[in-house]
């Protein structure tokens, strides 16, 4: 393997930051999509990536991924995904830890500004220590007419906010949730076009 393939591709990811990373609590994350995408623009098919799942069960998923350049083993990394760890665990904890491994084997490689994990493993975290939001979640789901809806919104509006701008991969999680309660009490009657 040439040096100088490796050596290009981890000079064009770090001139490839600016604006493409995501900012969470004033530190800049870089995406795996975007480790991936400056990865393959440099090394074409002289780059290749392998994973496989090392452990799953009913509670977990361990996958391994390992980085090739011209056959030759540079990088490995590792992710665990917890099934019971979010909704979107419920039904995708193998991708999640297929991607979380895929960008922390890069990471190792070194397609990293300073920072092992990705935007998308710290939003992952920071969701899961942040008992307001599922706390809020909760309560937005006992909501039985519109004017505690509209009380929820109002009690709520500065921990969206916050996190919104803080934290945005989290904020279209949360997004997410929201919408589908949202629905379900437009569904059932609770408020109308809330």
Sequence with gaps: MSDDKLVSCINDFKKSLNGQTIKIHNNDYATVALRIG??????????????????????????????????????TGIAEEIRAASRIN????????????????????????DRIASAEEVSAAIVQQDKQLTSALTELDKVSHLGSYKSWLTNNQKL???????????YNEFLEKFNKIKFKLETNGVIKNG
């Design 38 to 75: 400056i990865f393959r623009r440099n090394l074409g098919t002289a780059a290749a990536i392998s994973t496989s799942i090392v452990f799953q069960d009913d509670k977990k998923v361990i996958v391994k991924a390992e980085v090739f350049i011209d056959d030759k083993l540079v990088s």
């Design 90 to 113: 419920q039904t995708s904890a193998t991708e999640n830890a297929e991607t979380s491994a895929v960008g922390r084997a890069l990471a190792l490689l070194g397609l990293t500004n």
């Design 160 to 170: 969206m906010q916050t996190v919104k701008v803080n934290n945005p991969v989290a």
